[in-house]
Nanobody
């Protein structure tokens, strides 16, 4: 399974971005897909996850601002990020796994290379 993120960039506080994670490989549609982020000097943080049936889950820190969705035809998972804050600045990664579908990195086997989000 391969994952490729896109959509990162630089925005002002209060702005928005939509990240995309395109997934390929055998059985990729059956995986849970999660979004994680890591800022310099900080631990990796789970942001959101979406199960193969479309059930979403969010970290408390982003629940009212971020939205995760999945386009089954395009094998792409999106992370819509609204009302962005400087503390959202980080490298964002998507990941796929077949354990329980949570925002814990333990649930994920395959990882993308990341896309940078900078909020100023």
């Amino acid at each position: 399974v391969q994952l490729v993120e896109s959509g990162g960039g630089s925005v002002q506080t209060g702005g928005f971005l939509r990240l995309s994670c395109t997934i390929s490989g055998y059985g990729s549609s059956t995986y849970c897909v999660g979004w994680f982020r890591q800022a310099p000097g900080k631990d990796r943080e789970g942001v959101a996850a979406i199960d193969s049936d479309g059930t979403p889950g969010y970290a408390r820190s982003v629940k009212d601002r971020f939205s995760i969705s999945k386009d089954y035809e395009k094998d792409t998972v999106y992370l819509q990020m609204n009302s962005l804050k400087p503390e959202d600045t980080a490298m964002y990664y998507c990941a796929a796994g077949r354990r329980t579908c949570t925002t814990s990195a333990y649930d994920y086997t395959y990882w993308g290379q990341g896309t940078q989000v900078t909020v100023s």
